[in-house]
C-alpha cells in the first residue's frame, strides 16, 4: 500500500505539473508526443541513470575518505548536481537536434526542460516517500516526505533545468556560432549552480529554521522564474502581433482572428464557442497553426530561408480552414 502510494504522490504532481506547463504554453503548444517522451526521459533514463552514477561515485568517495558525512556531501554537492543537470540535459539536446523545428522560443526551451525535469521529480519523490519516509518513519515519515517533497521542493528540478532549456533556446535563435555552443554550456552551468546551491543548503542548515529559511529561498527563485514565463508569454503575444500584421493585410486572415490570436486566452475561448457549432477541431488548429506561422516567420527573419517551405504551408493549411473559422 505504502509503495503504491509513492507512485502515486511521486507521479500525479508531476503530471498534474507538467499540465500547468502546458497550459501556460499559450500560443504555439509543443506536440504531446514530444512532451511524453521528455517526460519518459526524465522519469527512468535520467533518474535512473542519476542513480547508478551517483551511487558509483558515492561509494568510490566513501573508499577513499571513509566518511559518510565527507560522502553524503560530496555526492548532495558536487555529484549529484553535474550528473543530474547533465542526464536531464541531454532530453533537451535530443529535440534540439532532431526536432529542431519544434524548437522556436525561450518559453519552447522552458517547457522541454520543465517537462524533462518533472519526469525526473515524479521518480525521484516517489523514491524518497517511500524508502526515506515510510521505510525509515512509517507512516509518519511518508506524510512528511510528500509534504516536502510535493509542496516544498516540486518545482527544483524544473526551476533548476529551465536554465539548461533557456541556453539550448538562445543558441537555437542565434546566428553566432560561439553563442550556438556557449549558450547551451552557460545555461547548463547555472542549472548546476543552482542545483548545487540548494543542496548545499539542505546539507548545512539543520532544524525547522532551516527548512523555513531554504523554503522561502527555493520559492523566491521559482516565482521569479514564473515571472520570467509571464514576460515570455507576452512578449510571444507581441510577436504574433507584428509577425501576422502582414497576413491581414493580405486578407490570408481577419484583424478579429489576430485580435482573438494574440490574446492569451482568445484561442481557448474560441475554440470552445466552436464547441456548439461543431467546428472545435478546425478552430483549435487555426489558432494553433497562426501561432506557428508567427514563429516561423520570426525564425525568418532571424535564420534566413531555412523556414520558407513551412510558412508556406502554414499559409495554405490557414487558407483552407479560415471559412470553419468565421471572424
Known sequence: MAFLGALFFGFVP?????????????YEKEPKILLGAVFFWGAFIAAGGAFLINTALGIGVYLFTGSEWATDLTTAILIAPFVEEILKGLAVLIVFLAFRHEFDSILDGMIYAGVTALGFTAAENAFYIYDRG?????????????FVRVIL??????????????????????????????????????AMFTHAMHNALASILQGLGGLLLGTLLDWSGWFLMFLFALWMIRHEGLLLRRQLA??????????????????????????????????????ARFYQALGELAHKKEQVSRL????????????????????????
Open 14 to 26: 508531476a503530471f498534474l505539473f507538467a499540465a500547468f506547463l502546458y497550459w501556460l504554453d499559450r
Open 134 to 146: 515510510f521505510s525509515e518513519g512509517g507512516w509518519e515519515g511518508f506524510w512528511f516526505l510528500v
Open 153 to 190: 521542493v516540486g518545482w527544483q528540478h524544473p526551476f533548476y533545468t529551465a536554465f539548461t532549456g533557456i541556453g539550448f533556446a538562445v543558441a537555437r535563435m542565434s546566428r553566432s556560432r560561439p553563442m550556438k555552443v556557449l549558450a547551451p554550456l552557460l545555461g547548463l552551468s547555472v
Open 246 to 283: 502582414e497576413e491581414v493585410k493580405a486578407g490570408l486572415i481577419a484583424q478579429t482572428h489576430l485580435n482573438i490570436a494574440a490574446s492569451p486566452f482568445g484561442s481557448i475561448f474560441a475554440a470552445l464557442s466552436a464547441l456548439f457549432r461543431g467546428r472545435f477541431r478546425h478552430t
Open 304 to 327: 534566413g530561408d531555412e523556414y520558407h517551405t513551412i510558412v508556406g504551408q502554414l499559409r495554405q493549411e490557414i487558407a483552407t480552414l479560415r471559412p470553419y473559422v468565421p471572424a
